[in-house]
Every structure is written in C-alpha cells, then in structure tokens.
C-alpha cells in the first residue's frame, strides 16, 4: 500500500521559512517522479514544483522560482519542499505526489499517488 505523508506546515510569518517532507512508502521512490501541488479552498489544486527520479532535473511554478526549492533524499524515501521568503499568496494545503515515469512532470493528472496534505499559513 502507497502512502505519502507529508510534514512540516504550520504558521509563519511573511518572509520567513518553512520546510516541507513527504514520506514516501510502499513504493519504489527512487524510480518515481515527485512533485508538491497546493490548493487554497474554492480553487483548482496548482503545481507547485516537481523533482525527476534522481532529484536533478526540477520544475517550478513561475510564483515560486527563486523562492521554494525540491529536493529528495532517495537513500531515506523523503521529499522536501524548502519555501523561503513566505508571501500570504503562498498559504495553501500543500500536497505531495508521486507519478510513475519518474519525470519532472507539472500536471496533477498524471500523477498517481497523493498524500493527504499539510496545512500552510502565512501571517502579515
């Protein structure tokens, strides 16, 4: 059974930092591709930033180029989610997502496995 759990949202204060993990197992994380998604309620889910299989190649969202960075750690199954410089337009529940072509990918329906979220807030 897959599952991806993630970790690390809570409150924080415009222009601060947050760290995101995703926990990933029943799976061969090292095969798949990953990506973080967010959703505030009452809009569509967006893509956030995504890794391929070996954690070097990325894609971002042109909102948070320069700002979040992707990483994963294939040795311990995790994904992480580094958000620097925290806007108000960045508070989301966020998801982590798994597809099995193990690429860089930015559509959320070609992504097969999802966590159930972490809740992000950003204070003005």
């Known amino acids: 059974q897959v599952q991806l759990v993630e970790s690390g949202g809570g409150l924080v204060q415009a222009g601060g930092s947050l760290r995101l993990s995703c926990a990933a197992s029943g799976l061969t994380f090292r095969l798949y591709g990953m990506g973080w998604f967010r959703q505030v309620p009452g809009k569509e889910r967006e893509f956030v930033a995504s890794a391929d299989w070996s954690g070097d190649t990325t894609s971002y969202a042109d909102s948070v180029k320069g700002r979040f960075t992707i990483s994963r750690d294939n040795g311990k199954n995790i994904l992480y989610l580094q958000m620097n410089k925290l806007k108000s337009e960045d508070a989301a529940i966020y998801y982590c997502?798994?597809?099995?072509?193990?690429?860089?990918?930015?559509?959320?329906?070609?992504?097969?496995?999802w966590g159930l979220g972490t809740q992000v807030t950003v204070s003005s």
């Open positions: 997502a798994a597809n099995n072509r193990g690429a860089a990918l930015l559509n959320s329906r070609e992504f097969t496995f």
